[in-house]
């Protein structure tokens, strides 16, 4: 009786890992299938942060640990400090803990949470015409977004 019991819990055992196993191996595929590196290939990170093109668009109030900016069409990364402009086509990458806030030319405000990428298509905003337009696109990771509200009433 002993014996056809063990061989029953052995039988049982037996289909479940062989029923997990499959399962488990696509979970594991599908991560890594789907995990994008941050920073694209051969891009080299760069301590002495040099501005991209165009007028600054905003900038960086706060950071806490490794973020970067790539500029458009640059091949290195800069990492950043509280303070430095951002420019339109930045991609802002933070690493595992880490974060930044910022600000943007008509006030709105960004936080990225850590593990994200947002990349800055479109910002500006023109006082005299009391207008602003953005388009920022969150790649990857959380973000909060504060839009700031115009001073004059839209009829």
Same mark, same amino acid.
């Given at each position: 009786?002993?014996?056809?019991?063990?061989?029953?819990?052995?039988?049982?055992?037996?289909?479940?890992?062989?029923?997990?196993?499959?399962?488990?191996?696509?979970?594991?595929?599908?991560?890594?299938?789907?995990?994008?590196?941050?920073?694209?290939?051969?891009?080299?990170?760069?301590?002495?942060?040099?501005?991209?093109?165009?007028?600054?668009?905003?900038?960086?109030?706060?950071v806490w640990?490794?973020?970067?900016?790539?500029?458009?069409?640059?091949?290195?990364?800069?990492?950043?400090?509280?303070? $430095?402009?951002?420019?339109?086509?930045?991609?802002?990458?933070?690493? /595992?803990?880490?974060?930044? #806030?910022?600000? =943007?030319?008509? @006030?709105?405000?960004?936080?990225?949470?850590?593990?994200?990428? $947002?990349?800055?298509?479109?910002?500006?905003?023109?006082?005299?015409? /009391?207008?602003?337009?953005? #388009?920022?696109? =969150?790649?990857? @990771?959380?973000a909060y977004?504060?839009?700031?509200?115009?001073?004059?009433?839209?009829?």
């Amino acid at each position: 009786m002993h014996d056809s019991y063990v061989r029953e819990l052995n039988h049982i055992l037996f289909f479940f890992v062989f029923l997990t196993l499959p399962f488990l191996s696509c979970a594991f595929w599908y991560q890594s299938a789907c995990a994008q590196p941050m920073l694209p290939a051969g891009t080299q990170v760069q301590n002495v942060y040099q501005g991209g093109s165009g007028l600054p668009v905003g900038k960086i109030q706060s950071v806490w640990g490794d973020v970067v900016i790539v500029h458009a069409g640059a091949e290195e990364a800069y990492r950043v400090k509280t303070g $430095l402009p951002l420019y339109r086509r930045d991609t802002i990458i933070t690493n /595992r803990n880490a974060g930044l #806030s910022c600000r =943007l030319r008509d @006030g709105s405000t960004f936080k990225l949470a850590a593990d994200s990428k $947002l990349k800055i298509s479109l910002s500006a905003h023109d006082t005299q015409r /009391r207008s602003s337009i953005a #388009s920022l696109y =969150l790649i990857a @990771g959380k973000a909060y977004f504060q839009i700031a509200k115009l001073s004059h009433q839209f009829h």
